[in-house]
């Protein structure tokens, strides 16, 4: 049963944010993913996003979207986890070299090396809609409900995205034998 806060609007319970929060943590890994523009540190903001979430449970609408919700919490988390790793990369070149470091980046499990690269070239935005496209299978009206941008302007990020992995990946053998639409 929700508990109620002082102004007498339904809220989540501890338990009840937890499980949802498990159901949608593949959606709130790829937005995290997304905006560091890498995998290795995706769980440390899915963690703190949580718990800076719980924290703030009572602002939880239940008419409202969770994913939506908790998915703000991750973004805003990530950015300034990517913030700070630049703030540190620039210090650490500055003390170092004039030549960028590139053994800050750990190697992504998840993505070959030439994936992994063509994923950084791409803006936050357009790498977060395309991993929630095609990861997690999310439509586009769901993409612009958790992002909070127009349903157009997810579809364009996603074909922007898709258009520039091939540029930058080489053409697909599916795509030159006559493999399909997608």
Same mark, same amino acid.
Not at 30 to 56: F, N, P
Not at 89 to 115: C, G, H, I, T, Y
Not at 125 to 148: F, G, H, M, P, Q
């Given at each position: +049963?929700?508990?109620?806060?002082?102004?007498?609007?339904?809220?989540?319970?501890?338990? =009840?944010?937890?499980?949802? #929060?498990?159901?949608?943590?593949?959606?709130?890994?790829?937005?995290?993913?997304?905006?560091? @523009?890498?995998?290795?540190?995706?769980?440390?903001?899915? =963690?703190?996003?949580?718990?800076?979430?719980?924290?703030?449970?009572?602002? #939880?609408?239940?008419?409202?979207?969770?994913?939506?919700?908790? @998915? =703000?919490?991750?973004?805003?988390?990530?950015?300034?986890?990517?913030?700070?790793?630049?703030?540190?990369?620039?210090?650490?070149?500055? /003390?170092?070299?004039? /030549?960028?470091?590139?053994?800050?980046?750990?190697?992504?499990? +998840?993505?070959?090396?030439?994936?992994?690269?063509?994923?950084?070239?791409?803006?936050?935005?357009?790498?977060?809609?395309?991993?929630?496209?095609?990861?997690?299978?999310?439509?586009?009206?769901?993409?612009?409900?958790?992002?909070?941008?127009?349903? @157009?302007?997810? +579809?364009?990020?996603?074909?922007?995205?898709?258009?520039? +992995? =091939?540029?930058?990946?080489? /053409?697909?053998?599916?795509?030159?034998?006559? @493999?399909?639409?997608?």
């Amino acid at each position: +049963m929700p508990t109620r806060d002082s102004s007498h609007a339904a809220v989540l319970t501890p338990a =009840q944010f937890a499980e949802r #929060f498990r159901e949608s943590s593949r959606v709130l890994w790829c937005i995290a993913a997304g905006v560091l @523009g890498e995998r290795a540190q995706a769980e440390d903001v899915l =963690q703190e996003a949580a718990l800076t979430a719980l924290s703030k449970l009572h602002t #939880f609408r239940p008419e409202s979207n969770f994913v939506a919700w908790i @998915g =703000q919490f991750v973004r805003y988390v990530a950015l300034n986890h990517r913030r700070k790793r630049e703030r540190r990369s620039r210090a650490l070149r500055k /003390e170092a070299s004039s /030549e960028p470091a590139r053994d800050d980046q750990p190697p992504a499990a +998840m993505f070959d090396a030439n994936v992994r690269l063509a994923l950084e070239a791409l803006g936050e935005t357009a790498r977060t809609c395309l991993l929630l496209k095609t990861v997690v299978e999310l439509d586009y009206a769901e993409i612009s409900e958790l992002l909070d941008i127009p349903v @157009g302007t997810a +579809m364009s990020h996603v074909s922007r995205a898709r258009a520039k +992995m =091939q540029k930058l990946l080489g /053409e697909p053998q599916w795509a030159t034998q006559g @493999g399909g639409s997608r």
